[in-house]
């Protein structure tokens, strides 16, 4: 498959009155067509802010730089924001995480809809209309036609959620970004909202970047993964590699968090001690060692990713087979 978007050495910092806050630090990975590519951690690890920094749609006060952003043969880091708010909705798009907040209370759906296509295309309102109707079947919204003249608040959860992914593919992008965009949403619709993106991304043939914290929703949709925590990439591989023989103690330690199959009900979960460190200030070394069971001075010196097999990468000191799972 060939590379749909690339990145290199990511950085996004943020100044703060305590100082600069070093959200994403040095990141780099690839977004291939026709895959789904998951950046999973949890909360605060810096993965909404590189789905941003991707779109240029950072806060005033982020500073992004990186040594290569590219969307095919596009550099997005020499475009200007007219070119880029061009590129956003027609070659790229977003699919937000909550959907009340990302729909505007103010117009219809229909209105929202045919807005995205009028604006970046040539189309008329007729054939907006057209496009919108046909997307809003295709995400599985019954009586599109009603739709349309509905405004967000009249929808349920899992109907915003539905239009939003509509209105992402009503210039037929080749990239897609999806912020958590089951989060707000109950097991069910979830679920069916996963199987939906899946179909639509193997329909269109689109490179899809899906930003989560839950590994069930990774192991059930991705193809590769990358691991963060405290703004760097610990991890990535193929889902299968990932999984069979995770080799960063942060990403055993997520997987031992998991549910087990014939767990008790109320069984305690296992966690992983200790707090994410603070990314303002000066920072080195590994940024899990206050957390590892493995730490040794050596984990204070700048760690980078190395190989744990073909297409794998962590980064640790330590060999794949001896990053144990970090006990509870």
């Known amino acids: 498959m060939s590379v749909l978007l690339e990145v290199r050495d990511l950085t996004v910092d943020i100044a703060t009155e305590a100082g600069t806050l070093h959200a994403v630090q040095g990141i780099g990975f690839e977004v291939r067509r026709g895959e789904t590519f998951c950046l999973v951690g949890e909360s605060g690890c810096g993965k909404s802010l590189t789905a941003l920094a991707v779109m240029g749609l950072l806060p005033r006060r982020a500073v992004r730089t990186a040594t290569a952003m590219r969307l095919e043969t596009t550099d997005l880091l020499a475009q200007s924001e007219r070119a880029l708010e061009n590129l956003r909705g027609r070659r790229m798009a977003m699919i937000f995480q909550e959907p009340m907040t990302a729909l505007n209370p103010a117009f219809t759906i229909g209105h929202q809809l045919t807005d995205v296509l ?90 899809l970047m899906l930003i989560t914290h839950d590994l069930g929703i990774v192991s059930r949709i991705a193809d590769r993964v990358a691991v963060m925590y405290a703004g760097q990439i610990v991890e990535t591989g193929d889902v299968e590699q990932i999984f069979a023989s995770p080799s960063h103690p942060y990403t055993r330690g997520l997987m031992a968090c998991l549910p087990q199959p014939g767990q008790a009900r109320m069984q305690a979960l296992p966690s992983i001690k200790g707090t994410i460190p603070s990314l303002v200030g000066t920072l080195t070394g590994c940024r899990f060692r206050d957390r590892c069971a493995h730490a040794m001075p050596a984990c204070e010196s700048d760690i980078t990713l190395r190989p744990a097999g073909a297409g794998h990468d962590y980064r640790c000191i330590l060999p794949p087979a001896h990053a144990e799972a970090v006990p509870a």
């Open 118 to 207: 009028r604006t970046h295309t040539n189309a008329s309102a007729d054939e907006a209309r057209a496009r919108a109707l046909f997307l809003l079947r295709r995400v599985g919204i019954n009586a599109p036609e009603a739709r349309l003249s509905q405004y967000p608040h009249q929808l349920s959860g899992g109907l915003r959620q539905r239009v939003l992914i509509a209105m992402a593919l009503m210039c037929g992008p080749a990239l897609i970004v999806a912020d958590e965009p089951t989060t707000a949403l109950d097991v069910t619709i979830q679920a069916e909202l996963l199987h939906l993106l899946a179909e639509l991304q193997r329909e269109f043939d689109m490179g």
